[in-house]
């Protein structure tokens, strides 16, 4: 069925649709079908100002609550109030009350041990990645994902370890490692050479530091989350672009990848810490390339390869069809780990494996505040971090299963999971894509799924640990390379950025390149400066143009974009996509002056055309008020000549009867009293509207009689029919008396027909100090040239800093409209001189525009 409508407003007042509706098949359709009955829009009203419509329709500030009351408002207390607090800060007391056993236990359940059977290997791998005991990613694995049970809001997104955060955790870890070594040379044993970094992880002293200071990062990071989500400054994420976050990301796969080479070859080299640290891997790398271990290598790369065909070829492939998807690192674990013990890599092969694991929950400690100045921006960054990651995984998981976040809550339980777990010595903890994404596809149905990953976990440390003695650590470097290749895929992105938009494709090569080639921290803080300043300068290259009326539907467009775009005789509208600030301002007036008219080239113009005027003037000797001679364009039109033609101008009925010298001619003449009834009189004799910003000014009728103007409205003909006979300057680019651009002659006949100027202020919803003297500055400069300024669809609130800013002092609220077609209709009607001969320079007060250095 397909419905024609067709909406009216008549007076302000919306009538009611009609439909018609006709024997169709049903269909949607991006825009009319062809055959089908146009839809149409009227609207019927008088042209308002802003002022007209607020008064009308905008609430009063007595109708407004004020803060007082608000407040007054708010201060009560009540069961549900309580009640909605509590369940705010702890929604696992919610879940719990609601919490359907039948319908949900079995599915939380399910999800939860498949999440738990993927903690493990990701635990003991990430751990290896952090430069900490393998066992603190056990840790991270089991206190994280139970804070997040109670502060948390979705149940699907899985706290624990992620790579990006162990890495940059990492960087951190390795570079105040450097400077413990400095400090503590004596534990090195003396016939041992110091340079070597394994021999530093044998040392627990050094080992326990490397744990602290990961625990001083955790419990900072989530001090700074709770702070931000109690005082609700989620919005900072905001300014970091999706390409920084994909360069950053990126960058520090590569930085993962290189960590773990040394562990597939078995290669015992440094690590480095700093700048250049990819570069002094590699160096290291490619210096003991001739000790690698095949033993280990083959572990690697058998792993890695196992695990990829497995993912992509049955997990990926098939992934519809598989309940659950196999977890192949689990499987990559046991399976090395069970080949390890029985073969003895390490005493036959010298494979180096995992070793030790506590088999005790650590009880809970004080993390050490020692030196934490050191890295506590890292730490903001750290929590940047994690928010920014967390948030967006949890957010793709609320719309695929229709649900709401509570970004602040979820804030708060980012900052519990990492700060509640710092005194279990755990590292920084996020979430983990994959994981999350195996909830989302198994339905978990809440968070309580969390407690059975936590239970298997907490069973693994406490019985199984052991069992995992054996596990080569080429193993987990595979997991960890191959878990890598989503970020190494995104790399291609930066083609997408460079066709789509080059200032994120700017933001995303300074920060991948900076990142991979200095370090994750300076890498970081690179992105985020270039990011933050492309911000400023996409407002230098915001774009203003001229606005026309289409032929056909009155559509208001960007002219000279649309082929049947014209502009409406005498006005000018302009807009510009950006907010109106100190850093765009004179961008702004810059843009307006070059689509639209620039009153200082007219003045210059002016000044230039009335010195060769006078010199005219002076030859001639031609007095003001004796004579003058009025000629069409063609030069065939009845001519008055001085001394040629006698008026008598004290007829009282209104006419003057004239006679020239022989006496054998006499003419009629009709005195007009007002500019208006001349504009009527011209009208009729060239048949076209407003004839006095025509070029040809045609003052003979065919009647024989002759139009005779006032003495004010003789000037302003005079004034412009001297000017409009002048000759054109020349055909140069350049002025050629002060090498600018050239004002022609045709070009300044185009010009002097524009008595308006329009704005069109929708996209502006920020001003400052300088947009609005910017704003009072233009419509001075247009004043001083006849040219009307008038600003349409401009928001409250811009309005009110104008109203501050005393803009309403120099600019009449009468020139702000409630939309750009009641400006237009307003202009149209309006009868505007087009420049007076009593223009004058700006003044020096003017000319100084409020500047500062005037105030000096």
């Known amino acids: 069925m397909s419905q024609q409508r067709s909406f009216s407003v008549v007076d302000g007042m919306p009538m009611a649709p009609t439909n018609i509706v006709t024997k169709t098949k049903t269909r949607r359709f991006s825009c009319p079908p062809v055959n089908a009955v146009e839809m149409s829009v009227n609207i019927k009203r008088a042209p308002l100002t802003q002022v007209a419509f607020d008064e009308l329709h905008l609430k009063s500030d007595q109708e407004s609550t004020s803060w007082r009351e608000k407040m007054k408002m708010q201060c009560y207390c009540s069961k549900h109030r309580l ?67 109670i502060f948390g809001t979705s149940a699907h997104v899985s706290m624990g370890t992620s790579a990006v955060i162990s890495i940059v955790t990492a960087a951190v870890v390795d570079r105040e490692a450097d400077a413990f070594k400095l400090m503590n040379q004596h534990l090195l044993n003396s016939t041992v050479n110091g340079t070597d970094s394994v021999v530093w992880e044998s040392i627990s002293e050094f080992m326990d530091f490397k744990e602290g200071v990961s625990m001083n990062i955790s419990f900072f990071t989530g001090i700074i989350l709770l702070a931000m989500g109690l005082l609700r400054l989620g919005f900072i994420t905001a300014y970091l672009s999706e390409s920084f976050f994909s360069a950053f990301t990126s960058g520090a796969g590569v930085h993962i990848a290189i960590s773990q080479l040394p562990a597939i070859l078995g290669l015992k080299i440094p690590r480095f810490g700093g700048n250049y640290k990819i570069f002094k891997t590699c160096a290291a790398i490619f210096g003991s390339i001739t000790e690698v271990n095949v033993a280990t290598l083959l572990i690697g790369v058998i792993s890695g390869i196992i695990i990829l065909l497995v993912k992509d070829c049955i997990n990926e492939r098939f992934k519809h069809k598989l309940i659950i998807p196999i977890p192949i690192e689990l499987f990559i674990v046991v399976g090395s780990t069970l080949i390890s013990y029985l073969v003895g890599f390490k005493e036959m092969f010298n494979v180096d494996i995992v070793e030790h694991i506590p088999q005790t929950i650590p009880p809970p400690q004080m993390p050490n505040m020692a030196n934490v100045e ?24 609320a719309k695929r299963h229709n649900y709401e976040l509570d970004d602040s809550q979820e804030l708060i339980a980012y900052g519990m999971c990492n700060f509640g777990s710092s005194f279990f010595k755990c590292f920084p903890s996020a979430v983990a894509p994959p994981r999350s994404m195996v909830a989302s596809s198994m339905n978990t149905k ?19 640990s052991p069992l995992f003695m054996h596990l080569p650590k080429s193993a987990l470097a595979a997991i960890i390379v191959v878990a890598l290749k989503g970020l190494f895929i995104q790399l291609n992105i930066c083609v997408k950025y460079w066709k789509v938009n080059k200032i994120d494709f700017v933001i995303w090569f300074f920060t991948f390149f900076s990142v991979v080639f200095l370090d994750i921290d300076f890498g970081l803080g690179i992105g985020v400066g270039v990011a933050l300043i492309t911000v400023v300068f996409q407002t230098q290259f915001a774009k203003g143009y001229r606005v026309g009326r289409t032929i056909k539907d009155t559509a208001l467009v960007e002219h000279k974009r649309y082929t049947d775009a014209m502009e409406i005789p005498g006005i000018k509208i302009f807009r510009f996509h950006s907010n109106l600030y100190f850093a765009n301002a004179e961008i702004f007036r810059t843009a307006l002056y070059r689509s639209t008219v620039n009153p200082r080239k007219i003045l210059k113009y002016l000044k230039k055309m009335e010195k060769k005027k006078a010199k005219e003037e002076k030859e001639r000797k031609v007095s003001r008020d004796s004579s003058v001679q009025y000629e069409n364009k063609n030069g065939s039109g009845i001519s008055i000549i001085e001394n040629s033609v006698k008026i008598d101008l004290n007829n009282k009925d209104g006419t003057m009867n004239g006679t020239n010298d022989n006496g054998t001619t006499k003419m009629k003449f009709q005195r007009l009293d007002s500019l208006s009834s ?42 412009n029919m001297s000017i409009s006979s ?99 209709a307003v202009a149209r009607m309006s009868v505007a001189l087009p420049f007076s001969e009593e223009l004058e320079d700006f003044s020096y007060e003017e000319a100084t525009e409020d500047s500062y250095v005037a105030r000096m």
């Open 726 to 824: 002048l000759t054109t300057l020349g055909s140069d680019a350049e002025d050629p008396e002060d090498g600018s651009a050239l004002m022609t002659n045709e070009n300044f006949q185009k010009l002097r027909r524009i008595h308006h100027v329009i704005i069109d202020c929708a996209p502006i919803n920020y001003l400052d100090t300088s947009g609005a003297n910017v704003l009072t500055h233009i419509f001075t400069e247009y004043d001083h040239v006849n040219i009307k300024l008038l600003l349409a669809r401009v928001c409250l609130d811009v309005r009110h800093t104008m109203e501050h800013a005393g803009v309403f002092d120099k600019i009449p609220r009468e020139n702000m409209f409630l939309d750009v077609p009641d400006a237009i």
């Open 83 to 149: 009640w909605k607090i509590i369940t705010s800060y702890f929604p696992v007391i919610k879940v719990i009350r609601y919490y359907k056993i039948r319908d949900n236990l079995l599915n939380d359940f399910l999800s939860g041990l498949t999440i738990g059977i993927l903690h493990v290997p990701q635990a003991l791998a990430f751990g290896q990645l952090t430069s900490v005991k393998v066992a603190g990613g056990l840790y991270t694995s089991v206190w994280p994902v139970l804070l997040y049970v």
């Open 678 to 719: 001349v504009n009527s009189r011209k009208s009729s004799l060239t048949g076209v509207d407003n004839p006095i910003y025509k070029d040809d000014v045609q003052l003979t009728g065919s009647d024989g009689q002759l139009n005779i103007l006032t003495p004010k409205e003789v000037t302003l003909v005079k004034r």
């Open 374 to 397: 050191n890295y506590i921006v890292d730490c903001f960054v750290m929590a940047i971090l994690v928010f920014a990651n967390t948030i967006a995984m949890a957010k793709i998981c």
């Open 446 to 464: 809440s968070t309580i799924s969390g407690i059975f990953s936590m239970a298997l976990m907490l069973l693994l440390i406490l019985v199984m």
